[in-house]
């Protein structure tokens, strides 16, 4: 186990909707990564947080948005969901901003129906 | 063209067969290169790092090729518990920027 968590494990919601996944890094790593997979696909980077700020973005719209907080956990939070957010959510953290080890969390399943 | 390619597969072999897949990337600038493991609904899990020189892990086989933007793995001695998704990856930028392809599928069978 990698010591990332994430919840919940799968999520249900309708297009439209809000939504808010929480991730809880490994003990004493700064940065925390996201990751949207959709089925059959790798790995998109959505962005990343080091230090409770923002440092780094993938091609993903504004209603991707996300926190980072003191104790170095984070949300991803989505806006005005679309079908096509259908996906699993990771999240991996690492010890360091430019350090390559990057520990994924087991995922958030999400369907928007 | 995407970043990072790969055959989707799926690879289909008995035990005790030597399997490679390759990978191609789009960025000559990329510096770190990864093969990841994903396993049906679970997270990928880091199974190798990529360098020049080549490295080895028991028996599994990575080869970088930087001239020809070319990545390899190679698996040998397969087991049944080889059968999982094999991703390449490259790291990208000065940050911790995973850029990762679309996955081979291996399915080892008795």
């Known amino acids: 186990e990698t010591g990332v968590t994430q919840s919940p494990t799968h999520l249900i919601k309708t297009r439209g909707q809000q939504v808010t996944l929480r991730c809880s890094s490994q003990?004493?790593?700064?940065?925390v990564s996201w990751y949207q997979q959709a089925l059959g696909q790798g790995p998109q980077f959505i962005f990343q947080y080091y230090r409770e700020e923002e440092n780094g973005r993938g091609n993903f719209p504004p209603r991707f948005s996300g926190l980072q907080f003191p104790n170095y956990s984070s949300e991803l939070n989505v806006n005005a969901l679309e079908l096509d957010d259908s996906a699993l959510y990771l999240c991996a953290s690492s010890l360091k901003r430019e350090g390559y080890e990057q520990y994924f969390g087991p995922g958030t399943r999400l369907t928007v129906t | 063209r995407k970043e990072v390619e790969q055959d989707p597969g799926p690879f289909n072999v008995p035990e005790g067969a030597t399997v490679a897949f390759n990978c191609t990337y789009s960025n000559s600038a990329s510096q770190s290169f990864f093969w990841y493991r994903q396993d049906c609904r679970k997270e990928p899990k880091l199974l190798m790092s990529v360098y020049s020189s080549g490295n080895e892990d028991g028996r599994f086989t990575a080869q970088l090729n930087r001239a020809s933007q070319y990545i390899s793995l190679l698996i040998r001695d397969s087991k049944l518990s080889d059968s999982a998704t094999y991703l390449c990856?490259?790291?990208?930028?000065?940050?911790?920027?995973?850029?990762f392809g679309a996955g081979t599928r291996l399915a080892v069978h008795p």
């Open positions: 990856v490259v790291l990208s930028g000065g940050y911790n920027k995973l850029i």
């Open positions: 003990s004493g790593h700064n940065t």
